[in-house]
């Protein structure tokens, strides 16, 4: 190739990279703000960054009230604050399944001010998350200590069992 050729490629490379960014720091900054609290914050940005094996060339896409043609292509879907019928989950997380159908898992970031503190705590979150199973999406609950101490990974455990269902099989348990 001449050296013309490796600069143009260079240069179309640096421009789709710079609009990925771009993409990416808009959809960031939209579903911060709907985020409730630090450890939700935290916790969207590192799923955000889920493994290029489970989102391909693409990065995870983050719902965040774009239009919904903008997701068209997404194979890996986060969408904060989702509605369960009377429930609103921290992170709703779809993606295609080995049978192409959609599949989905729960996140939930629990600060110890609203979660397990008191017995009614406790029984509201436990009814929530049989609630949540029984429509066929697993939870997913991590304390703010953990997000804080060990997202990389929770992270990993939320991969393995995402890149599971989307080839058919059950993820390992650790």
């Known amino acids: ?3 013309d050729i490796n ?17 990416m720091a808009d959809e960031l900054s939209c579903a911060i703000e ?7 914050e935290m916790m969207l ?6 493994d290029e094996s489970l989102v391909g060339n693409n990065l995870a896409q983050i719902h965040c009230g ?10 890996v879907l986060i969408t904060p604050q989702q ?7 921290d992170f709703f997380i779809t993606f295609q399944n080995a049978r192409g159908d959609l599949g989905g898992i729960v996140v939930e970031c629990d600060g110890h001010d609203y979660h397990d503190k008191t017995k009614q705590q406790a029984a509201r979150d436990k009814a929530r998350d049989r609630t949540i199973t029984a429509l066929g999406f697993p939870v997913f609950r991590y304390t703010g200590s953990e997000i804080y ?20 099989r059950k993820a390992a348990l650790a």
């Open 149 to 168: 101490a060990n997202a990389e990974n929770l992270l990993g455990d939320l991969e393995d069992t995402i890149l599971a269902a989307m080839v058919g």
């Open 34 to 40: 709907m985020c409730e609290s630090p450890i939700e």
């Open 1 to 3: 190739m001449s050296k």
């Open 45 to 50: 940005v590192r799923l955000a960054c889920l």
């Open 83 to 89: 509605k369960f019928g009377k429930y609103r989950v």
């Open 66 to 75: 774009f239009p919904e043609s903008f997701y068209d292509r997404a194979r």
């Open 7 to 23: 600069q143009i490629i260079e240069t179309a490379v640096q421009e789709r990279l710079a609009r990925y960014a771009n993409a």
